[in-house]
């Protein structure tokens, strides 16, 4: 028997309660492009979160990694279409420009978020890094907006 096989048949002999196992990181959400997003909204009667990002924002990667690796965020985020947008991106993507979207949503601060419905009109936004538990309160209360009737146009 080999020392590391010795020393965990001695320890497993021992009766110590087993070492914590560290969970697994939460998967990042399933982010779409906007088009294939409305289109999808529309089919699952969701509302679509549009989370705008440009690259070099530190709080956008801070929401990236913390926020929305949150298990409970991502368990909130099933509830809705989740649409990731580089703000100043000229490349289009499913037909949309991320800086035509930008501007389109007069997004002027990183990160910002805006809850559409199905057709592309604003329920509700949030701008600014937001911590795991504002965020989904957040969510919650932009998704209970959604289920109001649309605003007549």
Do not use: N
């Given at each position: 028997m080999n020392g590391l096989m010795l020393a965990l048949s001695v320890w497993l002999a021992s009766g110590a309660a087993a070492p914590p196992v560290s969970p697994a990181p939460a998967a990042a959400p399933a982010w779409l492009d906007f088009g294939?997003?409305?289109?999808?909204?529309?089919?699952?009667?969701?509302?679509?979160?549009?989370?705008?990002?440009?690259?070099?924002?530190?709080?956008?990667?801070?929401?990236?990694?913390e926020t929305f690796r949150d298990p409970s965020v991502l368990e909130g985020l099933g509830g809705v279409v989740a649409v990731r947008v580089d703000a100043e991106e000229l490349r289009a993507r499913a037909g949309y420009r991320g800086a035509e979207l930008a501007d389109r949503y007069r997004i002027e601060t990183y990160?910002?978020?805006?809850?559409?419905?199905?057709?592309?009109?604003?329920?509700?936004?949030?701008?600014?890094?937001?911590?795991?538990?504002?965020?989904?309160?957040?969510?919650?209360?932009?998704?209970?907006?959604?289920?109001?009737?649309?605003?007549?146009?």
């Open positions: 294939p997003a409305l289109v999808r909204a529309e089919s699952e009667k969701k509302p679509v979160l549009l989370q705008f990002y440009t690259t070099w924002c530190g709080y956008c990667r801070k929401m990236e990694q990160p910002t978020h805006v809850m559409v419905d199905a057709a592309g009109r604003e329920i509700m936004r949030a701008v600014g890094y937001q911590g795991p538990r504002p965020f989904l309160a957040w969510l919650r209360a932009a998704q209970s907006r959604s289920k109001l009737p649309p605003p007549a146009l």
